[in-house]
């Protein structure tokens, strides 16, 4: 298994654009998360879908964030208008979301940068 | 869920030498996990030990959890370059965890 696969790798923009960022996790996991990671804030859990539906999106910082799970091979994270704060390293994980192991698998993240 | 606290927040030690990083949680937990994250890479799941198990080991990796004291620590022995990353505890239930800010080791040649 080619593991979690996020693209794009790396991402520059410009304040007020729309940034679009995608996952497609391992094929069989229910669970799949989005994190965002930064010097301050550490690493912060966006939202989670559990079999395509959003579980807990508490983590999302505002409106501006949007997550969908259309299938369980494929969500976006989306980010509209971005802001310079929005700058992070944005990482998806999934789990196999069976039973009491729910080990994480991360994929390689997307750098974020918003001018 | 919950976050962890580790401790310390940095950690330097030389080649060899064993490393001991402490997890602190605050409510009862299903388990407790331990990832691991290089510069710029995603985090990597080293172990997880469940709150019925008192004490884990994986190679090099040794991992106790005293749920009477909500506490957790990760001891990696004869530490080699290539530990040098930030180490992670994740306490958590089925689902949702949420990570603390880590351990950061630097394990010098």
């Known amino acids: 298994d080619a593991g979690v696969i996020q693209s794009p790798r790396h991402e520059v923009t410009e304040m007020g654009q729309e940034v679009t960022l995608r996952c497609k996790p391992i094929s069989g996991h229910n669970s799949l998360f989005w994190y965002r990671q930064t010097m301050m804030r550490g690493l912060e859990l966006l939202i989670y879908f559990n079999n395509n539906v959003p579980i807990d999106d508490s983590g999302m910082p505002e409106d501006r964030f949007s997550a969908k799970m259309p299938n369980a091979s494929f969500s976006t994270l989306k980010i509209q208008p971005s802001e310079p704060r929005d700058s992070a390293v944005y990482f998806c994980a999934s789990s196999p979301g069976r039973g009491r192991t729910n080990e994480q698998f991360f994929g390689p993240g997307t750098r974020l940068t918003v001018l | 869920s919950q976050q962890g606290e580790e401790d310390p927040q940095a950690l330097s030690i030389q080649e060899g030498e064993n490393a001991t990083m402490n997890c602190s949680y605050k409510t009862s937990i299903n388990n407790l996990q331990w990832y691991r994250q290089n510069s710029g890479r995603g985090l990597v799941h080293l172990i997880l030990?469940?709150?019925?198990?008192r004490e884990k080991h994986s190679g090099r990796l040794r991992v106790t959890l005293d749920t009477s004291k909500k506490s957790s620590s990760l001891l990696i022995t004869a530490s080699r370059a290539a530990d040098t990353a930030s180490y992670f505890c994740a306490p958590g239930g089925y689902q949702k965890v949420t990570f603390g800010t880590g351990t950061k080791l630097q394990v010098i040649p």
């Open positions: 030990i469940r709150s019925n198990e």
